[in-house]
């Protein structure tokens, strides 16, 4: 099993920024790529951005150039920082975990922050 615990989101007027963290604990081994989703009200959930193992990035449209993600082995921890935001950013961000060999991967969630972008 694993674990994903988010934080950083929160409140931010358009134009601001905000940094989430998602940790992972468990059975944190043969992990294929971590990354960020979100949800908008009425919306299906989006990929945001990925890392792999390996350090490749991969980012929506919507958010490339203003949003980077990065991640700390060590740590266990992948980073979004967001810049610039806009009020289409809000959404409910969710952490994403892929792990196992190739044709049995499997994600893992985290529960979810809130972003709200709004003056």
């Known amino acids: 099993q694993v674990q994903l615990v988010e934080s950083g989101g929160g409140l931010v007027q358009p134009g601001g920024s905000l940094r989430l963290s998602c940790t992972a604990s468990?059975?944190?081994?043969?992990?294929?790529?971590m990354g960020w989703y979100r949800q908008a009200p009425g919306k299906q959930r989006e990929l945001v951005a990925t890392?792999?193992?390996?350090?490749?990035?991969n980012y929506a449209d919507s958010v490339s150039g203003r949003f980077t993600i990065s991640r700390d082995n060590a740590q266990n921890t992948v980073y979004l920082q967001m810049n610039s935001l806009k009020p289409e950013d809000t959404a409910v961000y969710y952490c994403?975990?892929?792990?196992?060999?190739?044709?049995?991967?499997?994600?893992?969630w985290g529960q979810g922050t809130q972003v709200t972008v709004s003056s």
């Open positions: 994403n975990l892929n792990k196992g060999p190739v044709g049995r991967e499997y994600d893992y």
């Open positions: 468990g059975s944190i081994f043969r992990i294929n790529a």
């Open positions: 890392i792999t193992s390996g350090g490749s990035t």
